[in-house]
């Protein structure tokens, strides 16, 4: 690197940290037989780098990332996590203890056996499960002094150790999970493929599988001729195409009647359909001819997002199929802690889902109105709540309790992260506060923990070679083991004593160790996106466990 450069890097520490989130997306954005190391890598990378040439991060810059990183993650999983809980929750909640308590005790034994560093059982904790949480946690609890450090100790030298832990073994953490995640079907003999098709078709009279706004949806008009569909209900028909046609006015001798599911069509009967523009190819003729009646096809499609609220679950059925062949409006996404859920099936939504809705605008008010609360401000950030918040949680985790003598609290990670459950929860409820759009959100915790990953590789870079000479052999191999050996019990106590799918419980272990790298493995695998409720199911607890594991681990080596 030029002089110059090196000398600007080392006088402006603002450039450097953009140098290295903007590099560390470049070589994050490689990909390898397919698969794309993500920001998380190369920005790890890139800190290591620059680290190792003697270039050092903002500890108080690396902190705010640290702060908006784990609060966005307690406010993303907050709407749903107690959903999670009452349902299929006990089955994940143990899926996720079992992955952490298994990786807690090997970090652990692998600390006293190969007498690491302390801080060191933190970062092999953290880099073996790929767990930003958990190392960022630790590095927080050191910083601000939740945890006592053996004497002669500095708390500098405990977060280079949990950073140069974490950095080494992290790579095979990562890539070790997506060889496993892959090879494991195969070896208890799975057909992923096959499975997710089993579920996918499922007379459960779900809406398919794919994406579609205004654009793709057509109003069109018939008058019944047809003696077949004479005396048919039209909840019946819309039955026959669930989640592609719907009938949104009906003229009967001249008069304008209500469409009603039990109500049945005559012959001459002039009828408004609104749907896919392939069913009315194919069945369009079934009906009669087509009028182009223009008070019959006055009627204005719109689409909104609407996030589900848990007041309106307490009196609605959660099947999202019945709730739209009812109202005859058009479901073209579902997202759950910004995951992607497959519509296929009799899909059940939770409180704090956000569903993408397309339908005539008096449709959707009906909508809105039996599941949650459509959102017209979709650019809006309630910056009031989420600084406050982000204040209470802070306050939250500076308090204590004795307990036999030792002070006992949640820490600033914890409290963050109740804080940020604490009001995603409440939105839910009251969706009038707290909003923070999906872009905002992304970009809080994508930001807040690239930069927080920048500077742990910054600090990590100036002693990696040392502990890579000492002991980064058996460290690594420590990692390995971390990493491969919860991840096999998991998939094991998933199939015996769970029962779980094999489809759902690899995307609860993915969840369980929070990788949204290895969610993407897992659903290419299954060539499905049924994976996804698997992981938002783990994924919800796992950020609990291990963000309280990576200060825990701290008391004990």
């Known amino acids: 690197m030029p002089g110059y450069l090196m000398e600007f890097f080392r006088s402006n520490p603002v450039a450097l940290l953009f140098a290295v989130l903007g590099l560390g997306y470049l070589i994050g954005k490689t990909t390898i037989k397919g698969f794309e190391l993500g920001s998380v890598t190369g920005v790890l990378f890139v800190g290591l780098v620059f680290g190792h040439f003697g270039f050092t991060g903002n500890p108080t810059v690396q902190s705010i990332g640290f702060v908006l990183f784990i609060f966005s993650v307690g406010l993303q999983a907050g709407p749903s ?86 950095a080494i073994t992290y790579i095979f953490g990562l890539v070790g999970l997506i060889l496993i995640i892959r090879l494991l079907p195969r070896w208890t003999g799975v057909d992923l493929v096959a499975e997710a098709a089993k579920l996918e078709l499922k007379p459960t009279g779900g809406v398919q599988d794919r994406v579609y706004g205004i654009p793709d949806l057509l109003v069109r008009a018939y008058r019944v001729t047809n003696p077949e569909i004479v005396g048919q209900r ?100 579902i997202q759950r802690y910004g995951v992607d859920i497959s519509l296929q099936g009799d899909v059940q939504i939770q409180a704090g889902d956000v569903v993408h809705t397309t339908g005539p605008a008096g449709r959707l008010r009906e909508v809105g109105e039996v599941v949650g609360h459509i959102e017209r401000t979709a650019s809006e950030t309630d910056l009031v709540t989420f600084a406050i ?32 459950l604490v009001i995603g929860y409440l939105r839910a409820i009251h969706p009038t506060f707290g909003r923070v759009p999906e872009a905002a959100r992304w970009l809080f915790m994508e930001m807040g923990l690239t930069i927080f990953m920048a500077g742990v590789g910054l600090r990590a870079g100036s002693g990696i070679i040392d502990t890579l000479a000492n002991t980064g052999p058996s460290l690594f191999l420590a990692g390995v083991v971390v990493t491969s050996v919860p991840v096999t019990i998991g998939y094991l106590f998933g199939r015996k004593v ?54 825990v681990i701290l008391l004990f080596g």
């Open 389 to 420: 918040g982000t204040a209470a949680g802070l306050l939250i985790g500076s308090l204590s309790v004795s307990v036999f003598g030792i002070s006992v609290g949640l820490g600033t990670a914890g409290g963050l992260l109740v804080a940020g």
């Open 498 to 551: 769970l029962s779980l799918n094999p489809v759902f419980l690899l995307g609860g272990i993915t969840g369980s160790m929070t990788s949204g790298a290895s969610l993407s493995i897992v659903t290419g695998e299954a060539q499905s996106s049924l994976p996804a409720l698997g992981y938002t199911g783990a994924y919800a607890f796992a950020n609990i466990l291990l963000t309280v594991a990576g200060s």
């Open 81 to 166: 996590f107690f959903a999670v809980l009452r349902q299929d929750g006990a089955k994940y909640f143990s899926l996720a203890v079992v992955i952490a308590v298994t990786g807690f005790s090997l970090a652990l034994g692998f600390s006293k056996l190969l007498d690491l560093e302390p801080g060191a059982s933190a970062g092999l904790l953290a880099g073996g499960l790929t767990s930003s949480p958990t190392l960022a946690a630790a590095q927080e609890a050191v910083r601000s002094g939740d945890v006592a450090l053996p004497g002669g100790v500095s708390a500098e030298q405990v977060m280079t150790n949990v950073s140069t832990a974490y």
């Open 234 to 333: 039209i909840g019946d028909i819309q039955d026959e195409f669930p989640g592609r046609i719907s009938v949104e006015k009906l003229r009967r001798g001249g008069e304008f009647i209500l469409p009603s599911p039990d109500l049945c069509l005559e012959l001459d009967d002039e009828v408004c359909f609104v749907g896919l523009l392939n069913e009315f190819i194919d069945h369009g003729d079934e009906v009669g001819p087509e009028l182009s009646d223009p008070d019959l096809l006055d009627a204005t499609l719109e689409s909104c997002r609407i996030v589900v609220l848990r007041s309106k679950l307490k009196k609605v059925s959660t099947s999202l199929a019945r709730i739209t062949e009812r109202t005859g409006c058009f479901v073209s996404r």
